[in-house]
C-alpha cells in the first residue's frame, strides 16, 4: 500500500518544501519520487548543469499513446521583505482560504494531481497520464526545455498538456512570450569636470532606456483594442539599472536588465535589432573618445508565446473535463509556450488566482482546489 495523502495534505507536503528559485528543489524532488515509487510509479529526473536541481516527469498508467500531461513548475518566488503574516512554509486555513508561498502559484495543482495517484492507478487507465514538473520556472522559465525534449523524445505521442497556471480555473489559450536581456554600456571614467575627455555609460544608458520606452509607445499607439490581452500590445520595460560610482565622475559604467512581452504573433527579435542598430550609431562617437567604450547586449531567457490552437485537442479536452465554452488569455508568459513550441496541443488551467501569485499572504480558495479534484478527477475517467 503506498503512502496517502488528501489534496490539502499533499499541498501541506509541497509548501513545506521552500523551493525559492535561488535555492536546490531536490528535497521536493526526493519527496515526490518517494511517494510515486511507493505506488510503484517510476519517475525520471533531468538535472540542470551542475545538478544542484531537477525536473521530474513520470508516467501513471500504460507507456501509449494518447497520454495527457499534468504540468508545473516546483519553485516559487521570494518572500524575504513581504509582510507576511504566518509562516509562508506552512498551511495556515482561514475563512475559506489555504495561505503560504506557492499555494496559487503554483503547488496546488501538482499537489491535487499527486493525492489522486491512488484513484489514477485504481482506475486502470487506457491511456497514460504524465505529470512533468519543472525548476526555474520563476526565473525565465529555464528549467522546462530539457525535459520538455526528453519527454517528446522518450514517450510516446502525447494528447495534450495542461498546464497548471492559476487562472481561476478557467481555461486560458494564449499567453505572451517573453524576452529577458540586459545590456552592459562600458563608458570612459573622467572628472566630472571635463565632460569632453570621457563617456557617460549612465547617459548612454539612459538614452537606451528612453529609446525602449518609445518602441513600447509605438506599439501601444498601433494596438489593437479588440484584443483580449491587457494591455493588447507587445510591452518593453527596464527592470533594473545600475551604474556610476559618485556624483561627480562621470560614469564607466552602467548595466540595465529589461524584457520584451510580445503578443502572440510578434517577433521579439524585431525590437532586439531595432535596438541593436541604434546602439551602432552611438558607439562609434563612444569610441572616438576610447577604444574600450561598447555596448553588449546579450538575451537570458527567451520563452515563446502559446498561441491560440485551431481545433486544438487540448482546449477540446479541457472543455470537456470543466464544462466551460469559453475561453481567456494572460498576459504573463508560461512553460506552455514551450510545450506548444515542441509540438503538444496545450492549454492552461489551474486553480488559483494570479492576482495572488507573488504577493505576501498568498492564498488560495479551496473551492478552487475542489473544482481542480473534480477535473482531474474527470480526467480519469476520460482515460480509464
Known amino acids: 500500500m503506498g503512502d496517502i495523502y ?21 528535497p521536493l524532488i526526493e519527496f515526490v519520487e518517494d511517494y510515486l515509487k511507493s505506488h510503484g510509479v517510476e519517475s525520471q529526473r533531468v538535472y540542470n548543469e551542475d ?58 495543482f501538482s499537489a491535487i494531481g499527486l493525492a489522486l495517484v491512488p484513484e489514477m492507478l485504481k482506475a486502470n487507465l487506457k491511456k497514460p497520464i504524465h505529470f512533468a514538473l519543472s525548476y526555474d520556472e520563476e526565473v525565465g522559465c529555464v528549467g522546462a526545455p530539457a525535459m520538455i525534449s526528453e519527454m517528446a523524445e522518450l514517450l510516446p505521442k502525447s494528447h495534450a498538456v495542461i498546464v497548471g ?20 554600456i562600458r563608458g ?29 509607445a509605438e506599439n501601444k499607439a498601433a494596438a489593437d483594442t479588440s484584443l483580449e490581452f491587457d494591455p493588447p500590445y507587445s510591452t518593453l520595460t527596464v527592470g533594473v539599472i545600475n551604474g556610476g560610482t559618485a556624483g561627480n565622475i562621470i560614469a564607466r559604467d552602467c548595466e540595465f536588465e529589461w524584457d520584451i512581452r510580445t503578443m502572440p504573433g510578434d517577433d521579439p527579435h524585431q525590437f532586439v535589432k531595432r535596438f541593436r542598430d541604434y546602439c551602432e550609431t552611438l558607439i562609434p562617437d563612444m569610441k572616438k573618445i576610447s577604444d574600450d567604450c561598447d555596448i553588449v547586449t546579450v538575451i537570458e531567457s527567451e520563452v515563446p508565446a502559446l498561441c491560440p490552437e485551431e481545433d486544438g485537442a487540448a482546449d477540446a479536452l479541457v472543455r470537456q473535463l470543466t464544462g466551460q465554452n469559453t475561453t481567456q488569455v494572460v498576459p504573463y508568459a508560461a512553460e506552455a509556450g514551450q510545450f506548444q513550441e515542441a509540438g503538444y496541443s496545450t492549454i492552461i488551467c489551474g486553480p488559483g488566482s494570479i492576482d495572488q501569485a507573488h504577493q505576501p499572504n498568498e492564498f488560495i480558495e479551496i473551492s478552487q482546489v475542489e473544482l481542480c479534484e473534480k477535473m482531474l478527477r474527470r480526467l480519469i475517467e476520460v482515460q480509464a
Open 165 to 184: 497556471e492559476p487562472t481561476d480555473m478557467k481555461i486560458t489559450n494564449a499567453h505572451k512570450g517573453i524576452l529577458g536581456l540586459r545590456t552592459h
Open 51 to 108: 545538478k544542484s536541481k531537477a525536473n521530474l516527469y513520470a508516467t501513471v498508467g500504460p507507456k501509449t499513446e494518447g497520454g495527457v500531461v499534468l504540468s508545473g513548475h516546483t519553485d516559487v518566488v521570494p518572500v524575504e521583505g513581504q509582510p507576511w503574516d504566518t509562516d509562508p512554509w506552512s498551511i495556515v486555513e482561514k475563512e475559506g482560504k489555504l495561505y503560504g508561498r506557492g499555494t496559487c502559484d503554483m503547488k496546488s
Open 6 to 26: 488528501t489534496s490539502r495534505e499533499m499541498i501541506e507536503k509541497l509548501i513545506g518544501f521552500n523551493t525559492t528559485s535561488s535555492l536546490s528543489n531536490l
Open 188 to 216: 570612459h571614467e573622467v572628472h566630472s569636470s571635463q565632460v569632453e575627455r570621457g563617456v557617460s555609460a549612465v547617459m548612454i544608458g539612459a538614452k537606451l532606456v528612453n529609446f525602449i520606452t518609445e518602441m513600447m
